[in-house]
């Protein structure tokens, strides 16, 4: 008996031994005129335009709908796509946009019509993206077709040119065929959400021609496109929840992308012959947030000491170096961004601060952390990082939606979280982390500082020149007296075959650019 | 009767239980960046603001003219979501059964003749290790080695991305290529569900097989085994005929039992095989507190469950004519 299981043993070792190795690139069964990516779709609620804002659902609104105008490549400055060009009155609060001759994939031609129809949609529907438009548009009435070319909008604010693109450059005002939402209505539904939810009405580069949930979403490069049709004919996103298998897939030359592998992987792919990883920084914060309504945290010194306790190399080795290591609310690569990095670990430092504030016998905090692969380590790391300065740390890692319920209540004492910008303008962050009265994370955090009015001023500030220094003033006062310690600017980071070219993730998620991929 | 009760108890307890645990759904969905009046306007229009009692009233009300409600997560109907779903999860766990019953048989019978000799010790061996095994490193380690390494089967996912699904009539993609005479597709089908199945199937194999073989080993020792190997019948008909149709009622019990959980969708072989069934779908409906969703699975499992019941129950019958329904 005891032969008979070692004789099995050692030819199962045999047999694995003989395998051929798994590690190299199998040629690839994606034709050359294809592409397809794997990634978790399962984010996706809709693809209507008006109401995606999930990173997967944008992502393919970016492709399939086009926008007045869009951003170049380095988010440097804003660039045409539907409309051709663009005046702006001497207060940059009405925008005159001409459209250039495009043509929806139903055959029907775009017009300013059709740009005032889904700016109106967005207003009706009200949406979780909905805000990208009427935070700056006060009413669907300030939007008008003043000829078939020509379409003339009024602001609520001064928009400088990067401003504006935050809502006629997002997929949210994706320009929708109306009499083919019209053709799609019904009395319960007359914006023809559900079936936009699955369908699509624009005119951008691919049509959608399948997307069926948790399997795939195919694209058809558009024969008619104003721009010509794009190089790559086909583009199919297949959904693959799991990383590993996604490293398979691309592996055995079954995907031409991963884009949700994990740290260790990507750099196990990385070393791999017909292999490349493509990274780029994205406009995303990961920060831990102290509620100023919390007693210990009501004072600044306390916070200061918490920023000066955290080891903020650790949590880069525990992201395996796929995270930049930025300290303030305007990421790096977008305009304004101040390189500042003050806190490094200095645990005096951090000790005296806690006496100044009160507090040098420490005390207790409950630190919230969603479940993910790698937050909870950090989370861990953190807790012993503050048991330094005498913070104890009660570390309890939830869903993400529990935590956010916590949050937007103003009920935690600490939470990790994340911003990804909705748009590639500080005006954005500054907005989220600064502006108490927006309700949105200095409120949650109880931050009600003067810091606020300049948020105001600086968005509708025109010259760029002193716009970059008030918002340098304003990540300033963030760094040094808000309550977030920020540590991390997350990278993303896409493996992929060495014969796709021209496919360069973006920092902004949704403008992750397709139209220029081909492949050797 | 009765059933009709059990389903309507589970509805009410799910419902409650689902309301009652911290979380909002309308955040989970919308994420950490919805403006609060955006929120508060999706809470509204999704009857979300509205008493409990109230939304429970009105999901019965609902309920009773057929309607599921709108699922928060998919934006579409979720009657709509079960016909997407479910279908993928009864082609995998019916092929999942057939391959653990069948080979679960088999393997618990030849244990149980062999009863303390090396091929019984061997097969509780495996039995054990096949138990211990979790079926997500058992999947992706299949996956590693029949697919990335040999090349026999394909990788993940219901059907090769090129490959365009047949006109869906039942919903099930094997049956549906068949019933359209697309071969290819169907080669194609069979080929992504092999893997999976067996997955899936291996904790059933194990279970069957145990419980086969302790239910053979009862059997055999019984007197009238004795008396028909007396009588000088051959093995074989001694064995399947007389032994093992009287230890066939545990084993109908444990495959049914085990039908009817792996048709409640089994989410960690279907997130690794990227499978679109309902134990995905389940587990995100809960993740985001998706209460339509939940309830319209609850719903559907409940069913389920007692539809398997009642099927055993049936079989009972006809195994052991002493046993009879009023």
Do not use: C
Request: charged fraction near 20%; charge should be positive; glycine fraction near 6%.
């Amino acid at each position: 008996m005891r032969a008979l299981l070692h004789a099995l043993a050692v030819l199962l070792l045999l047999a694995v031994a003989i395998l051929p190795a798994a590690a190299g690139a199998a040629p690839s069964r994606v034709p050359k005129n294809v592409l397809v990516f794997g990634t978790n779709t399962a984010d996706i609620v809709s693809l209507d335009p008006a109401q995606a804002f999930e990173f997967t659902g944008v992502w393919v609104n970016y492709h399939t709908y086009d926008t007045l105008v869009d951003y170049s490549r380095d988010f440097s400055r804003v660039v045409p796509r539907l409309a051709s060009s663009w005046t702006a009155s001497p207060d940059l609060r009405t925008y005159t946009f001409t459209l250039r001759p495009a043509t929806f994939h139903s055959g029907a031609p775009v017009n300013a019509q059709a740009v005032v129809f889904s700016v109106q949609r967005v207003f009706a529907l009200k949406m979780a993206p909905s805000f990208l438009v009427t935070d700056f548009i006060k009413a669907p009435t300030d939007v008008v077709a003043v000829s078939p070319t020509q379409l003339r909008v009024t602001f609520s604010q001064p928009m400088p040119e990067m401003l504006m693109a935050a809502v006629f450059g997002n997929p949210v005002t994706g320009v929708v065929d109306p009499a083919l939402v019209r053709r799609n209505a019904t009395p319960d539904d007359p914006q023809a959400n559900k079936w936009l939810t699955a369908n699509e009405a624009g005119s951008g580069p691919y049509i959608l021609m399948n997307w069926t949930r948790n399997f795939k979403i195919e694209m058809r490069g558009f024969d008619n496109y104003w721009k010509g049709r794009p190089s790559m004919g086909r583009i199919f996103i297949q959904d693959m929840p799991e990383a590993a298998t996604q490293l398979l897939a691309l592996q055995q030359g079954d995907i031409d992308v991963a884009m949700g592998l994990l740290p260790g992987q990507f750099r196990q792919i990385a070393g791999t012959a017909g292999f490349q990883v493509k990274q780029t920084p994205t406009f995303t914060i990961r920060y831990l947030t102290m509620n100023v309504g919390f007693q210990p945290f009501s004072r600044p010194q306390v916070r200061n000491a918490v920023k000066y306790a955290l080891d903020y190399e650790a949590y880069k080795r525990l992201y395996e170096e796929t995270i930049d290591p930025g300290q303030t609310i305007v990421p790096a690569g977008m305009f304004a961004h101040l390189k500042d990095r003050p806190y490094t670990r200095n645990l005096d430092r951090a000790r005296a601060l806690m006496r100044e504030g009160g507090y040098e016998q420490g005390f207790k905090a409950e630190l919230m952390v969603p479940i993910d692969p790698t937050l909870p380590s950090v989370a861990a790391k953190m807790k012993e990082d503050l048991a330094q300065i005498r913070i104890d740390v009660e570390v309890k890692v939830l869903r993400n939606a529990d935590i956010l319920g916590v949050y937007r209540a103003q009920r935690h004492q600490m939470a990790i979280q994340r911003w990804g910008a909705d748009y590639p303008d500080p005006a954005n962050l500054a907005t989220a982390f600064a502006d108490f009265d927006s309700r949105v994370l200095a409120w949650r955090n109880q931050w009600d500082h003067a810091v606020k009015a300049k948020v105001k001023q600086a968005a509708a500030e025109r010259d760029p020149a002193k716009r970059a220094a008030l918002y340098a003033e304003i990540q300033k006062t963030v760094l040094d007296e808000g309550p977030y310690a920020i540590f991390a600017y997350p990278l993303r980071l896409n493996a992929m075959r060495t014969n796709v070219k021209g496919v360069d993730p973006s920092p902004l998620y949704e403008t992750y650019d397709l139209s220029n991929a081909t492949k050797e | 009767m009765l059933a009709s009760i059990a389903i309507f108890g589970v509805l009410v307890i799910v419902f409650v239980l689902s309301h009652v645990i911290p979380g909002d759904p309308v955040v989970a969905i919308l994420g950490g960046q919805a403006r609060e009046d955006v929120i508060e306007a999706v809470r509204r229009r999704w009857g979300l603001d509205r008493p409990l009692y109230e939304q429970f009233f009105r999901f019965v009300v609902r309920l009773a003219r057929g309607d599921l409600g709108m699922s928060l997560a998919t934006n579409r109907p979720v009657a709509m979501d079960l016909r997407a779903f479910f279908p993928a999860t009864i082609e995998l766990a019916t092929a999942a059964i057939v391959i653990g019953a069948g080979a679960g048989l088999a393997v618990g019978i030849v244990s149980a003749v062999a009863h303390g000799k090396w091929v019984d010790h061997v097969v509780r061996f495996l039995s054990l290790i096949g138990l211990s095994m979790p079926v997500f490193w058992l999947g992706l380690v299949l996956l590693l080695l029949l697919y990335a390494r040999l090349g026999w089967l394909p990788g993940p996912g219901q059907l090769d991305i090129f490959v365009s699904r047949p006109p869906g009539v039942t919903g099930l993609l094997t049956v549906d290529a068949l019933l359209a005479r697309d071969f290819a597709a169907f080669r194609n089908a069979f080929s992504h569900l092999i893997l999976p199945a067996v997955v899936l199937g291996s904790h059933a194999l194990v279970g069957i097989a145990r419980i086969t073989r302790a239910s053979m080993l009862e059997v055999l020792g019984q007197d009238y085994v004795k008396v028909a190997r007396a009588k000088g019948l051959a093995e074989r008909t001694v064995i399947l005929r007389h032994a093992l149709k009287n230890a066939l009622l545990p084993i109908i019990t444990v495959i049914g039992i085990y039908y009817g959980g792996l048709l409640e969708g089994a989410v960690l072989t279907e997130t690794v095989f990227a499978w679109p069934g309902l134990g995905r779908y389940a587990t995100s409906a809960m993740l985001s507190q998706d209460f339509a969703g939940i309830m319209g699975v609850t719903l559907l499992i409940a069913l389920v469950f007692s539809f398997a019941n009642l099927i055993v129950d049936l079989a009972y019958g006809f195994l052991n004519p002493k046993i009879r329904y009023e």
